[in-house]
């Protein structure tokens, strides 16, 4: 895990995280979502939630997340972020060009 640290105006530290779920689901991804919100807003972290795995990544599809966002998610089946087939070395296309170039 890397934190950049960028600055406010008034010279304190500020860090942003990003949550990015690839690959297939799991049970009790939402709960870390939200746990990982929880805690990071505890320490005064801004939380983005990096829609659709990595293929948000590239597209550059974040939100905000807060805990109102992650209030009543524990139940909900999946992740609420979503997630892609796209990896990070295979661009927009996702597994399925990689595939098609023979690489798969």
């Given at each position: 895990m890397r934190l950049v640290y960028t600055f406010a105006r008034d010279g304190i530290p500020f860090v942003r995280v990003g949550i990015l779920t690839g690959g297939g689901d799991c049970p009790g991804l939402n709960a870390v979502i939200r746990a990982v919100v929880?805690?990071?807003?505890?320490?005064?972290?801004?939380?983005?939630?990096?829609?659709?795995?990595?293929?948000?990544?590239?597209?550059?599809?974040?939100?905000?997340?807060?805990?109102?966002?992650?209030?009543?998610?524990?139940?909900?089946?999946?992740?609420i972020l979503g997630t892609s087939r796209a990896g990070p070395l295979c661009g927009p296309g996702g597994n399925e060009s990689r595939s098609a170039r023979g690489r798969g």
């Amino acid at each position: 895990m890397r934190l950049v640290y960028t600055f406010a105006r008034d010279g304190i530290p500020f860090v942003r995280v990003g949550i990015l779920t690839g690959g297939g689901d799991c049970p009790g991804l939402n709960a870390v979502i939200r746990a990982v919100v929880r805690r990071a807003q505890s320490s005064s972290m801004e939380v983005l939630g990096i829609r659709n795995g990595f293929r948000g990544l590239i597209e550059g599809d974040v939100e905000p997340l807060t805990s109102f966002s992650v209030t009543g998610i524990l139940p909900k089946g999946g992740t609420i972020l979503g997630t892609s087939r796209a990896g990070p070395l295979c661009g927009p296309g996702g597994n399925e060009s990689r595939s098609a170039r023979g690489r798969g």
